[in-house]
């Protein structure tokens, strides 16, 4: 059938054998755990408390296994296959491309984890170690420095190999979970149910987490707004944010990669750089410096310890750390295969050690930094006494953001410094996410062309609705949980596509076909 140009809309726009399959689930889901909050939460709390209890040790070494497999393929013969044309030069300079990931990979989230996940860690610190001490102090920095490390971020991009590769190798025409498992299940399952199963999966995990992220990143704004403004944390107040976010995430998923998403991660990383030099200047910069120093040697001397923590023999009853971990490794899977897919799609003229290499390490260094200025800058107020930051957590965890930053010279500037960054943080987010998802579920031919700007503000109007109603109806602490639980299957596709891409470069001899052969072979990218 004919398509429309990309001014109309199609009914060729969207391929609803997956896309509509993947709303309809998470409609069913959200209405009656909407309308039956307390009880559906509890369920689901349940659930994911057995998980934890029965499968804690397997999200440990599955978070483990991929960090070996991440080194294995950036060190083998495999890290030397280029995602393309081994003659072009990369999409984009490498400033530009760290940038990108950092954007997608951290988001606004890094901004409330930075600022007080330690807190969680203080008031209910591991082995034993007394609420509230020094000790336990430095446990909660260190261990919000390990949630941003190199487990997580291998979660985002072990299944990009196996996307870039048919998308800029195999120039396959769409950047699908099943086209990539194709060499693995053959023609018949692709084309399929079976094929169509794994892009439902993909799809209902990535909108479901995407409404998650959304109505999770609003509260950030919101709480430091009606503390400038004195205004009441209301429906109305947080409809407002959430319709600015869209208008700002949908023009930049609109303009695309180049002129949207590239242009905001780069002047993002322009400002956060300038808010921690800022914060360190105004602030107590020294003890910040100090703190995050000592917070580095302390997570480097417990990686092992926070890394394969499962507290079996129950010392002291269970603690944040044992629980939390294992919810952080599965939420992140939900991610997944979105950072994988948008990572893939990005990284035309890359090889595949540069692919994963960045991705382990300039989110997991800009997420340290952050931690530690945002998080210093907490401890030291309740260091010396002028906040009770542990006890207003306790009441409220986003009240204690506007308070920390109104302890520095010049609060209203730091607030409407951090407001603008987690803003800009947030829409790179989400725009990657509707970009990623436009182009999984276009009828274009990704190898060649972008996704349709009309059906990416299709996509961006999707997650708005969705957001907007689980919010309205208090429907979204189940649906996070859920989108814990979700990680489950994600983790079985996961390996699938490790292995898919493992297998397909066995069979191209990529490693010698598609490799950068002589530095002066390569060109300038037309």
């Known amino acids: 059938m004919r398509q429309k140009k990309d001014g109309g809309v199609s009914a060729k726009l969207i391929d609803y054998r997956i896309f509509l399959p993947s709303l309809i689930i998470i409609i069913a889901i959200c209405i009656p755990f909407s309308l039956n909050e307390s009880d559906s939460l509890e369920l689901m709390n349940n659930l994911f408390n057995q998980i934890v ?166 509260p950030i704004i919101t709480y430091n707004l009606a503390d400038i403004f004195n205004l009441e944390i209301n429906f109305m107040l947080t409809f407002i944010v959430t319709l600015v976010w869209v208008c700002l995430f949908s023009i930049s998923a609109y303009l695309g990669i180049e002129k949207g998403i590239k242009k905001l991660s780069t002047l993002n990383m322009y400002l956060a750089g300038a808010f921690a030099l800022f914060i360190i200047i105004i602030g107590p910069g020294v003890f910040i410096l100090d703190y995050f120093t000592d917070s580095v040697g302390f997570l480097v001397s417990h990686y092992i310890d926070l890394s394969l923590y499962t507290n079996s023999l129950d010392m002291k009853g269970t603690t944040h750390i044992e629980s939390h971990t294992v919810f952080w490794f599965a939420y992140s899977a939900t991610w997944a295969m979105l950072h994988s897919v948008f990572a893939a799609k990005i990284s035309r003229g890359r090889t595949i050690r540069e692919m994963i290499l960045t991705y382990l390490l300039a989110p997991t260094l800009i997420s340290w930094v952050a931690t530690g200025v945002l998080g210093g800058l907490g401890v030291h107020r309740f260091l010396i006494g002028e906040l009770t930051v542990l006890d207003i957590v306790k009441e409220d965890k986003m009240a204690a953001i506007p308070a920390i930053l109104n302890s520095l010279p010049l609060p209203t500037i730091a607030i409407v410094i951090f407001i603008i960054i987690a803003t800009i943080f947030l829409t790179t987010t989400l725009d990657s996410t509707t970009y990623t998802i436009a182009s999984y579920t276009g009828t274009k031919n990704m190898s060649k062309a972008e996704p349709s700007k009309s059906l990416r503000i299709i996509v961006a109007g999707v997650i708005t609705v969705l957001a907007l109603l689980l919010m309205r109806v208090g429907g979204l602490p189940p649906l996070e949980v859920l989108s814990g639980i979700m990680g489950i299957p994600i983790i079985a596709i996961q390996f699938l596509t490790i292995y898919a891409a493992k297998k397909m470069m066995d069979q191209d001899k990529a490693w010698i076909n598609n490799v950068r052969k002589d530095k002066n072979q390569v060109i300038k990218r037309g």
């Open 53 to 218: 209890e029965s499968f804690k040790w397997g999200y440990i070494w599955y978070t483990i296994i991929l960090v070996i497999a991440g080194l294995y393929l950036s060190f083998s013969k495999y890290g030397n296959v280029v995602l393309g044309d081994p003659t072009e030069k990369p999409r984009f300079n490498l400033f530009e491309y760290a940038s990108i990931l950092i954007a997608m990979g951290l988001g606004s989230t890094i901004m409330r984890t930075g600022m007080i996940q330690w807190t969680a860690v203080a008031n209910d610190p591991p082995f034993g170690v007394e609420p509230g001490s020094t000790e336990a102090l430095m446990w909660g920095n260190s261990y919000s420095m390990f949630m941003w490390s190199f487990q997580v971020f291998a979660i985002f991009v072990m299944a990009a190999p196996a996307m870039g590769y048919i998308l800029h190798v195999r120039k396959r025409p769409f950047m699908r979970i099943s086209e990539a498992c194709r060499v693995i299940f053959g023609d018949h399952f692709t084309d399929g149910v079976g094929g169509k199963i794994l892009d439902v999966i993909f799809l209902v995990s990535i909108l479901s987490g995407a409404a998650v992220t959304l109505g999770l990143g609003t």
